[in-house]
Every structure is written in structure tokens, then in C-alpha cells.
């Protein structure tokens, strides 16, 4: 049972049931990501240009930087139209394909996760289209000129972002002064290296992968023992409705039926999402325990069914669902924004941590006791591994956040903005600086213009910056103090995807 206090907070909350569900259906909603994967919504990737090439004898032939699509028609583009042939292949045949590649990856102990490459089907496509008879590169073609050529096409491919680098700051291993934050894995040589690349450059930041360690956060919530118990006898509950499917097939029947069984972010969000899943089917739950077509059947008699009739009709089990579901929504929409394809912002992961922590004390009235077993597991991953100065500091000058009424200026967030400012190549003058903090705190020169105020909520961070930022140009910049061209802020912003 949850050590939670919930008398006043349920008679403020039950007095509409939508409102609850709206309250938790921005961290929980992953139905768009269900229903695209079941229409089979996938995007069609773009490739890369091709770079010139090779031959066989070592020449250099220039090829137009031509998309492999331009070369072979896409068969697997939503809407393009089969081969006749593909259209007439029997399953078995197909799956004697697929048996073909699965033999091929597994002899080659190739990860599973390599099929999801953007350029996997696109290959497919390209044998395909040349036709029975094709065969593929050599050992030696592979490690000599197809190697080369890719190289090539990486190279092609940086040449045409470096010239913005100067401006909006890089991700890429190129020059020690364009890079800012570097995000590896968190196995312990990636940890080690992180350390060294900051001990000798002290302008570039390592910090570990934020998904992996909110992952541990939820793992460690998931551990608590009254939340097992929970999670064990919301199993029990999925567990007899989906092994019978004569109850299901009842439940199926309901208006608006939805399915319990939900994806989750990940194995241990799932615990998480089915709780909230089946709190959402409360009401069908309780109807079907309640109905003769279940009263009047043995199964309600048996064991499992007297068991799973009492949780569901035990109202501390829904409380204690809900509850659960409130004080880890904040994370899981965390963690939907850290797994995106979109990487998130430093400062959007420093603000996430921020309302999660703050979501769990209110939840508990700010009573220590109560809320201290979540906010330790919170402060042991987040505040011993991930958090860093590049967090607060872009949290800092993110405009959105910073002149928001919820803002609070601690003094943690401002040593970390002032810990960079004293990296040289970070910031050319310190003193000049902090000066401008005033300006930027106190909506004064180019912050306090109406265009600046209205444009906070419109334009990223980094663009805000560089059109509203004039009147703290130390702030602005990042190294020569003279040149217009490194912004210092659209680094914090923009230095963000992983290596």
C-alpha cells in the first residue's frame, strides 16, 4: 500500500473524471505511435548524396550526388504501387526469403536492431530491382573501396555543415573549439574517455546517456516494495482478462474499447503505462465483474476469478494505481522526449528533472517523510551521474523558462553558469558577463523589447538569442569577444546529439 495521504487530494480530484484523464494523458499518450506502427505509417529515410567514387583500379570517377532511390524504384514507399511479381509471391515463398536474411544475420551474429537501419530496405530494393543473379561485394571490395567511398561520402557530407559551424557550433569530432557537450553510452571506457576529453579540453562536456538513467530511475520506483505489489496485482488483473477470451471478448463489446496491454517506452516504463492503461478501464473492469454474464460463470468462482473480482473492486487498488500513475507521469514524459528521434535540449532535460521532483512533493503535500523513498532515487542517478553545468546553464538562458513565473533562481543553477564563464574559450570575459545577467534578469536594452517578449514562446532558444540578444554580447559570443559569428547560447542549445 502507498504510504500517501490521499482524503483531500481525491475529493479535489474525483469531481471530474475527464480532468483526471486529461491530467495524465500528455505524459502517458503513446496511441499515435501504436496506431502509425499498426497502419504500417513508416517513413520513407532520405540517403545520403553519393559521393565521387573509386573503381576497381584505383581511378577517381565522378558520380552526381544522386540518392540511391534515383537509381532503383521504391517498392516500399506508403502508396507507391508492387512489382506484379511481389504482388504474385506466395507467403510461402516470402518467407522463405525472410528465413534466407534471418540464416545470413545470425551466422553473421549481425544485431537484430541492424534491420531498423534506414538504409536496410533501400538495399533490399536495389537487389531486388537488378534481379535474380546479383551478387555481393567481396571481403576485399568491402574493406578497401567500398569503405573508401563511404569515407568519401562522409567527408562530402561534413564539408557542407562546416561552414555553419562558426555560427551554430557542431557535434562532430572536428576541432576541439566547435564542440561543446559529447554524449556516449555509459559502459565504463565511454565514462573514462568522457573524463579525459574534459581534463584536457575543458570547454568540450561529457555527460551520460539521460534516457538509460531515467530508465534506472523508474527501475528503482518499480523496486519500491508497495509499487511491486501494486504492479503484481494489476498483472493478475491483465493476466485473467486476456487468458480467457470469453471475458474478453465482453470487454471488447464495450464502447470505446481500447486494449490494456500497451507498448511501453521501455521494459520498465511498461510497468508504468499498464498501470495507467488500467486505471483508464476502471469503469469496464468493474462492469464486467459486477455483470451475471461473469457472476453466473464458474471461472468467477474459481481461485484467480474471486481474486481478480476483489481487486477490482477494491477501491485502495485504484487509488493506489492512480497515485502511482501521477507521481511518475512527469518522467515517462521525460523519457518519451529523450528516446524521440528528435533529440531534446539540455535544458528541456534539466527542466523535466525539475517538475518531476517537484511533481513528487506536492503529490505528497511537501511532507519529507512521504516523499523522500522517490526523491532519493531521483537525486542518486540524476544529481551523482547526469546533472552537469551545461544542464543548468542552458536551463538558465532559456528565455521560456527563465521568465516564467514557476522559475527559481537557485543558487546551484547560478554557480554552474558561473563555473563556464570562467572557461576561457567559453567566454572571452567573465566580469562583462555576469554584468549582462543583469540586463538579461531585468528585461533591459534588446531583452526588453515587445518583439523580444512576444517572439519567447515562437523561436527556439538559439534563434531568440541571436536576434535578441545584442545587449549581452559576452553572453552571445563564445571565444573572441570581437566576432559575431560564435554564439555562445545556441552551443548550450544546439550541442546536444550523441556522437
Given at each position: ?44 529515410p ?24 534515383s ?45 531498423q ?26 574493406r ?9 561520402e ?152 474471486k ?32 528516446d524521440?528521434d ?9 527542466a ?7 511533481n ?16 532519493s532515487n ?36 547560478l ?85
Open positions: 500500500m502507498l504510504n500517501f495521504n490521499s482524503k483531500g487530494f481525491w475529493r479535489k480530484t474525483k469531481k471530474n473524471k475527464a480532468e483526471k484523464r486529461k491530467y495524465t494523458a500528455d505524459c502517458y499518450d503513446v496511441e499515435s505511435e501504436t496506431q502509425a506502427e499498426e497502419e504500417g505509417e513508416v517513413p520513407n532520405v540517403q545520403s548524396p553519393a559521393p565521387a567514387t573509386m573503381g576497381d583500379k584505383g581511378k577517381r570517377r565522378a558520380i552526381a550526388a544522386t540518392p540511391i532511390g537509381y532503383f524504384k521504391e517498392r516500399t514507399t506508403t502508396g507507391s504501387q508492387p512489382t506484379l511479381k511481389s504482388v504474385l509471391a506466395s507467403k510461402q515463398v516470402k518467407h522463405k526469403v525472410k528465413l534466407g536474411l534471418a540464416r545470413w544475420i545470425i551466422d553473421a551474429r549481425i544485431p537484430f536492431n541492424a534491420i537501419s534506414p538504409y536496410f530496405q533501400p538495399a533490399l530494393d536495389g537487389v531486388a530491382a537488378i534481379g535474380l543473379g546479383f551478387k555481393g561485394p567481396s571481403y576485399d571490395e568491402m578497401v573501396h567500398l569503405l573508401a567511398d563511404l569515407k568519401k562522409c567527408q562530402l557530407l561534413v564539408e557542407g555543415y562546416r561552414s555553419s559551424w562558426k555560427r551554430t557550433g557542431c557535434t562532430l569530432m572536428v576541432g576541439s573549439s566547435n564542440i561543446v557537450h559529447v554524449v556516449t553510452d555509459n559502459a565504463a571506457n565511454y565514462v573514462s574517455a568522457g573524463k579525459l576529453i574534459h581534463e584536457k579540453y575543458p570547454n568540450i562536456f561529457w555527460s551520460p546517456c539521460a534516457a538509460h538513467y531515467i530508465n534506472l530511475i523508474l527501475k528503482d520506483i518499480a523496486s519500491l516494495p508497495h509499487i511491486a505489489d501494486l504492479a503484481s496485482r494489476a498483472s493478475k488483473v491483465t493476466a485473467f482478462v486476456y487468458n480467457y477470451m470469453i471475458f474478453l471478448s465482453w470487454l471488447r463489446k464495450r464502447k470505446e474499447w481500447k486494449e490494456i496491454v500497451r507498448p511501453g517506452v521501455t521494459r520498465f516504463a511498461t510497468v508504468f503505462i499498464t498501470l495507467k492503461s488500467i486505471y483508464d478501464h476502471k469503469e469496464d473492469l468493474q462492469s464486467l465483474v459486477i455483470d451475471k454474464y461473469f457472476t453466473s460463470h464458474k471461472l468467477s468462482k474459481s481461485v484467480n476469478g481474486m481478480v473480482s476483489s481487486i477490482i473492486l477494491d477501491s485502495k487498488f485504484w487509488e493506489d494505481c492512480f497515485t502511482t500513475v501521477m507521481l511518475v507521469g512527469p518522467l515517462i514524459k521525460l523519457l518519451r522526449l529523450v524521440a528528435e533529440k531534446p535540449s539540455l535544458d528541456t532535460v534539466y523535466g528533472m525539475q517538475r518531476a521532483k517537484i513528487i512533493k506536492t503529490m505528497f503535500r511537501n511532507k519529507k517523510s512521504a516523499y523522500t523513498p522517490y526523491t531521483l537525486k542518486m542517478r540524476w544529481d551523482k551521474h547526469l546533472k552537469r553545468d551545461l544542464h543548468a546553464a542552458a536551463y538558465f538562458l532559456n528565455p521560456d523558462y527563465f521568465y516564467s513565473e514557476g522559475f527559481v533562481e537557485k543558487a546551484n543553477i554557480r554552474s553558469l558561473l563555473n563556464l564563464f570562467d572557461i576561457e574559450t567559453l567566454c572571452d570575459d567573465s566580469v562583462a558577463a555576469m554584468q549582462e545577467m543583469q540586463l538579461y534578469r531585468d528585461r533591459k536594452g534588446s531583452f526588453g523589447r515587445e518583439s523580444a517578449l512576444k517572439a519567447i514562446k515562437r523561436l527556439e532558444p538559439g534563434e531568440w538569442w541571436r536576434l535578441h540578444g545584442g545587449s549581452a554580447p559576452n553572453l552571445q559570443k563564445n571565444g573572441n569577444s570581437s566576432s559575431s559569428s560564435n554564439i555562445f547560447i545556441i552551443r548550450l542549445r544546439e550541442e546536444l546529439e550523441p556522437l
